[in-house]
């Protein structure tokens, strides 16, 4: 049992560009949450997925932000015409079950830098 | 509105000293309340968690937290801290729905030899 596993690890891209970032959940793990890290900042919940679905989607800044996941399993993050203000560390999380019960496990993030 | 505030942004502690970390919560419900750490290129890893019971909580690394209702606090303690101790830590509510986390913007811990 791996951890959960995001890629790439560091994505550096020039603003107005298109990228997908990766997460690989722990397998088994029906719930998988995204979180945006920015600088000096907090974790700000983004989206949840419950198995295929995503039934939050509240926690998306912009309509340029979109993810899916498919077979329950690997998420993606695509982040449209990105903007300086994008760049952070984007932080995967997975559960067994979806609920406050359930502890997270966190993938070691993706540093995004907008130039 | 659910949120979290940690009010101290960085804390520097000698070694062998003890260790509080504030955390303060807002929310309608009972809340369920955790603490993370984030060592240096690591992801976050779950130190302890509050959902009912005892309001005195048990962590790994020896860490320990302490629900107050009548504060919203859920502050996180250690009687001696060590170096390996040095991280960013941070403090989260989650709602009863599940769908949702609401985290604080951390406290950094410096330990000094």
């Known amino acids: 049992g791996a951890g959960v596993s995001q890629s790439p690890s560091n994505k550096v891209t020039e603003k107005g560009k298109d990228v997908e970032l990766r997460c690989d959940p722990i397998?088994?793990?029906?719930?998988l949450y995204w979180y945006r890290q920015s600088l000096g900042q907090g974790l700000e919940f983004l989206i949840y997925?419950?198995?295929?679905?995503?039934?939050?989607k509240s926690g998306l800044p912009s309509d340029r932000f979109s993810a899916e996941r498919t077979g329950g399993s690997v998420s993606t993050l695509t982040i449209q015409r990105t903007q300086q203000e994008d760049s952070a560390v984007y932080l995967c999380?997975?559960?067994?079950?979806?609920?406050?019960?359930?502890?997270?496990?966190f993938g070691p993030g993706t540093r995004l830098l907008v130039l | 509105a659910q949120s979290v505030t940690q009010p101290d942004i960085h804390i520097t502690v000698s070694e062998g000293a003890s260790l509080e970390l504030r955390c303060n919560y807002s929310?309608?419900?009972?809340?369920?309340l955790f603490w993370y750490v984030q060592s240096p290129g690591q992801g976050l890893q779950l130190l302890l968690k509050?959902?009912?019971?005892?309001?005195l909580v048990q962590g790994i690394k020896g860490f320990e937290a302490e629900f107050k209702r009548s504060q919203s606090s859920f502050n996180l303690r250690k009687p001696s801290v060590h170096w390996s101790d040095a991280a960013e830590y941070f403090c989260?509510?989650?709602?009863?729905?599940?769908?949702?986390?609401?985290f604080g913007t951390g406290t950094s811990l410096t330990v000094i030899p």
């Open positions: 999380a997975s559960s067994l079950d979806r609920g406050p019960l359930e502890t997270q496990y």
């Open positions: 397998s088994g793990h029906t719930a």
């Open positions: 997925f419950q198995g295929n679905s995503a039934p939050d």
């Open positions: 929310y309608g419900a009972t809340p369920y």
């Open positions: 509050y959902f009912s019971g005892d309001t």
């Open positions: 989260a509510v989650g709602t009863n729905t599940g769908n949702q986390f609401y």
